[in-house]
């Protein structure tokens, strides 16, 4: 059986993050290799991160097109679903929902939008803004 170590690389992107492998020797033995992100998964990372910034300018184009409301821009950008949106806010999955219509949105009081302040850690003056 061959040594089968995996290339690692420091890259400026991905090299703050050290990852622990382990490599098969001969004989059933193994050693452990403490180095950065390889190749592989390098570009896994670049892929999840495209996907992500793909999903955030998605729905900040529906928000400017007043099809979505300024929430299910910030629930992307924080990589949250309603579900977590809904505990970090401490209200209901469905209201949440429900708030992400723009219509309702533009209806809420003061007090949820601070809510919803809390749970992006911004001011609800922010939440009514779209960057």
């Given at each position: 059986?061959?040594?089968?170590?995996?290339?690692?690389?420091?890259d400026?992107?991905?090299g703050?993050?050290?990852?622990?492998?382990?490599?098969?020797?001969?004989?059933?033995?193994?050693?452990?290799?403490?180095?950065?992100?390889?190749?592989?998964?390098?570009?896994?990372?670049?892929?999840?991160w495209?996907?992500?910034?793909?999903?955030?300018?998605?729905?900040?184009?529906?928000?400017l097109?007043?099809?979505a409301?300024?929430?299910?821009?910030?629930?992307?950008?924080?990589?949250?679903?309603?579900?977590?949106l809904?505990?970090?806010?401490?209200?209901?999955?469905?209201?949440?929902?429900?708030?992400?219509?723009?219509?309702?949105?533009?209806?809420?009081?003061?007090?949820?939008?601070?809510?919803?302040?809390?749970?992006?850690?911004?001011?609800?003056?922010?939440?009514?803004?779209?960057?």
């Amino acid at each position: 059986m061959e040594d089968n170590h995996n290339p690692v690389y420091k890259d400026d992107a991905y090299g703050k993050s050290r990852e622990l492998s382990y490599n098969y020797l001969e004989g059933g033995n193994f050693e452990r290799t403490v180095g950065f992100h390889g190749e592989a998964d390098r570009v896994v990372l670049q892929q999840a991160w495209d996907l992500f910034r793909e999903r955030i300018e998605d729905a900040r184009q529906r928000v400017l097109a007043g099809k979505a409301s300024p929430v299910v821009y910030y629930m992307e950008k924080n990589l949250l679903d309603p579900l977590n949106l809904s505990m970090m806010a401490g209200m209901s999955v469905w209201r949440v929902k429900w708030h992400m219509r723009p219509g309702v949105f533009k209806r809420l009081k003061n007090k949820t939008l601070q809510k919803y302040a809390d749970a992006f850690n911004i001011t609800p003056d922010q939440l009514m803004k779209i960057e």
